[in-house]
Each structure stands twice: as C-alpha cells, then as structure tokens.
C-alpha cells in the first residue's frame, strides 16, 4: 500500500464518518416530520367530529331561532289586539262611566248635605 492509497483510505473514511454525522440530524428530522404529521392526523380526526357538531348545533339554533321569531310576532299581534280592545273599551264604556260615577258622586254629596242640614236645624 502506497503512500497515495493510504491518504485515500483516510479520506474515504474520514468522508464516511462525516456523511455518518450528516445523516443523524436527518434522521431526527425524518422522526420530527412522523410525529408531526401524526399530529396533524390526530387533530384532523378529533377537529371533524367537532366541526360536524357545530354545524348540527347552529342548524338547531336556526330552526328554535325561527321559532322565537314566530312567537314574538304573535306577542306583537297579540299586544296590538290588546292597545285596540282598551281603546274601544275607555271609548264605549269609559265616558259613560265616568257620567255614572260622577252622577252618584253628586247624588251622594246631596245627601249629605240634606242630612248635615237637618241637624243643624
């Protein structure tokens, strides 16, 4: 073996250790890059279930939503119904009531004038 063969046997290996070197790291990437998409799978089938059972529930509140919606407008209707009965009521039977309340009211006063005159007498 020759001088020249020799400093190619210390190259060769000396090349062999250094790619040794370079290849761990990638290695480890190569573990980093499994355990990622791992992950992400793990994400991707805990994050379906989810999204599925958000849309269900907006769907849900849609539907009750539309309900409240029907039923306020029937409050609404209802409140009006009642603001119009009133009105008629204090114009059909208000006046006439307050004539009739306010008749007695003399009728009584009256009295109690004629009864507070005769014990004066």
Known sequence: MSVGDAVGLIFAVGFLVLVALLGYPLVKLG???????LTV???SEGTLPL????TSTVSTTNAQLVKVDAITSNV??????VSALTSLFAATL?????????????VR???AGRAS?????
Do not use: M
């Open 31 to 37: 573990k980093v890059f499994d355990e990622t998409r």
């Open 41 to 43: 799978r793990g994400i």
């Open 51 to 54: 999204l599925t059972e958000v």
């Open 76 to 81: 609404a209707q209802v409140s009006t119904n």
């Open 94 to 106: 208000g006046s006439p009531i307050i004539k009739v309340a306010a008749f007695s009211y003399g």
């Open 109 to 111: 006063q009256a009295v």
């Open 117 to 121: 005159g005769r014990k004066r007498g």
